[in-house]
C-alpha cells in the first residue's frame, strides 16, 4: 500500500467548473499538507498548505483537511484552462519537515 | 537568473559512467534536496541536506552519491549510472515559512530539473 495516494486521473473538468482532488495518506504523524502543481515537463511549485482540520481558501484554491480520516483534498474552483497540470498531494512530519510525495492527479480543463 | 538551478537539463550517457548533476541556489536555504521522478511513482527523496556538515541519505540513496560543497551547492553523482537510473531528477531548496501562530510549514522550491537517460 502506498503511502501517499492519490487517483492518477486524467480529471477531466469543463472550464468554469470545481475540480475536485482527493489525497489519502497512511501516516498518522503528518502535520502539514502541501499541494504543489506540476505542468508538464517542468518544475513542482507550491500552491498552498494546510495543517489545521477544516479548509484553507488561497483564491480560487480551497484545501481541505479531515486528520482523523487521513484524507485531503484541493478544490479548484472556475477552473481554467491554464489549471490542466498534474497537482501533487504531500504530507509532511514536523519533525524536519520530510515530505512524503503522492504520484498525483493530472487534471484537464477542457473549454 | 533561476533562484535553483540544476546543470546539465539534458543528459545522456552510458551504462558504467560517471555522472554529475549540480545544483547551485541562491536563495541562502541551509536545507537542500535531491530529487527523483519518475512516471507514476511521484517525487522520491534521494539525499537531503540542512547544512554543509549534514547530510542525510532519502527513501532511494543507493547507487548515488552527494557533495555539499558550500551552502549555495549541492550535487549529486552517479558513480556507475544504469539504465534504470534514467529519470527526471530535481534539487530542491526548503525555508520554514510561517503558516500561522506557532506553526511553520517546510517549504520547497525546485529548480527546473535535470533529464537524465542511460543508455
Known amino acids: 500500500q502506498k503511502e501517499v495516494e492519490q487517483n492518477s486521473g486524467p480529471l477531466s473538468v469543463p472550464e468554469g467548473a470545481i475540480a475536485s482532488l482527493n489525497c489519502t495518506y497512511s501516516d498518522r504523524g503528518s502535520q502539514s499538507f502541501f499541494w504543489y502543481r506540476q505542468y508538464s515537463g517542468k518544475s513542482p511549485e507550491l500552491i498552498m498548505f494546510i495543517y489545521s482540520n477544516g479548509d484553507k481558501e488561497d483564491g480560487r484554491f480551497t484545501a481541505q483537511l479531515n486528520k482523523a480520516s487521513q484524507y485531503v483534498s484541493l478544490l479548484i474552483r472556475d477552473s481554467q484552462p491554464s489549471d490542466s497540470a498534474t497537482y501533487l498531494c504531500a504530507p509532511s512530519t514536523d519533525s524536519w519537515g520530510k515530505l512524503q510525495f503522492g504520484a498525483g492527479t493530472q487534471v484537464v480543463v477542457t473549454p | 537568473d533561476a533562484d535553483v538551478t540544476q546543470t546539465p537539463r539534458n543528459r545522456i550517457t552510458k551504462t558504467g559512467k560517471r555522472i554529475m548533476l549540480e545544483c547551485s541556489q541562491t536563495k541562502g536555504h541551509d536545507r537542500m534536496y535531491w530529487y527523483r521522478q519518475d512516471p507514476g511513482l511521484g517525487l522520491q527523496l534521494i539525499y537531503y541536506?540542512?547544512?554543509?556538515?549534514?547530510?542525510n541519505k532519502g527513501e532511494i540513496s543507493d547507487g548515488y552519491s552527494v557533495s555539499r560543497q558550500a551552502q549555495a551547492k549541492f550535487s549529486l553523482s552517479l558513480e556507475s549510472a544504469i539504465p534504470n537510473q534514467t529519470a527526471l531528477y530535481f534539487c530542491?531548496?526548503?525555508?520554514?515559512?510561517?503558516?500561522?501562530?506557532?506553526?511553520?510549514?517546510?517549504?520547497?522550491?525546485f529548480g527546473a530539473g535535470s533529464r537524465l537517460t542511460v543508455l
Open positions: 530542491a531548496t526548503s525555508v520554514l515559512q510561517a503558516g500561522g501562530l506557532f506553526r511553520r510549514a517546510n517549504v520547497l522550491t
Open positions: 541536506s540542512f547544512d554543509v556538515k549534514d547530510i
